[in-house]
């Protein structure tokens, strides 16, 4: 079981609380030499033996992490003990990353409600956080979101998004879903230390843009909304994965890797040009015509093996072997996935006007999460 906050192991009794009084925050580089890469505001924490902070007298219960100093939720201790997933989000700059979360938390709740017959809960401030960074934009204002703000420039955005739910068979699920800036993973080799906690997540999904790919660009260019350039998703990929195996002193990456394309809707707009891609996206039988995640209340071994084909051959199609040649050089475990947050292009910053079509959002996760 980990902290929410640095991903470190949290200790099998409370051993320090946190300050529930005035004290002053404690900054990300007041914690830089102890907490091992976290770039969050927390409160002082001080030992359980106390009770009340040393500073402001103020009583706590409220437990926090030795490390970092994160508050660790009751929901941690609660008896039988619950799977505590920690799951990185990561990705380019401009993938689309921050309108996957945010449509992923709906379309989870909705899974849980249908399929696994429990609730979505969100614990902490974390349904504040989410409507005031996702929701309110996405389906109240229905615009396009912003590019995340680098860790550095903005404390907050590394705050973790935290649910729970039971699974049909009882099983308690605590899903933690932290967001990492493209901008600092683009500079991954200057911002180590700011994210190390990447090297203790339990999975991370790396979406891949593939209007970033110049194949695909060109052949959909003055039919898609292409919008502005961001990083290099591949660079991305490979610096992670190494980053990921040199921190743990292997050869390959042993956290599972969620490659997941983003934005496939657009690749639907093939089917209509003279593009050598186009019977790609004709073949009634493909994975890539049809969404069985919401359908299934668990993960579909044998059509998730069918999309891995797939998307492995549509990627060697257009830019040869050398995202398949990262993965297998330096990553144990990592599968293919193809989603849509919105089903539909955008028109300029606006959501499109017919609304939004998810399409297979919820397939990493419950890989991830092996329901």
Known sequence: MKCPNCFRSVPSA??????????????????????????????????????????CRVPSSVEACPTCHGIIPSEWREQPLPIVTCVAMAGARTTGKSLYI???????????????????????????RYQERYGDAIYQQRKILPATIEAARDPASGQ???????????????????????????????????????????AIVLLLDPLKISEIARVLQGRVQVGELGGDGVEVLRN????LAESQRRRKATIPIAVTLSKVDTLQAVRESNSPLRPLMLRPGSPLQRDPSMRNAKFDAIDSDLLQLEIDSLL??????????????????????AVSTLGADPEGTAINAAGIAPYRVLDPLKWILRL
């Open 14 to 55: 409370v051993r320090m609380l946190s300050c529930v009084g005035n004290c002053m925050k404690e900054t990300p580089g007041d914690l830089t030499a102890v907490n091992g890469g976290i770039d969050m505001e927390v409160r002082p924490a001080f030992d359980v033996g106390r009770g009340s902070c040393p500073h």
């Open 102 to 128: 945010g449509v992923l938390k709906q379309q989870l709740e909705l899974f849980v409600e249908e399929r696994q017959r429990s609730v979505l809960n969100s614990l902490g401030g974390t349904e504040q």
């Open 160 to 202: 973790p998004l935290i649910f729970e739910f039971r699974t049909l068979d009882g099983q308690h699920h605590i899903l933690v879903l932290r967001d990492v800036a493209g901008e600092d993973l683009e500079d991954l080799k200057n911002r180590k230390e700011r994210l190390n906690f990447l090297t203790r997540a339990d």
């Open 240 to 243: 992670l994965v190494d980053f």
């Open 316 to 337: 060697q199609h257009l830019i040869g072997p050398r995202i398949g040649n990262i993965l297998r050089e330096s990553a144990e475990t990592y599968r293919y996935f």
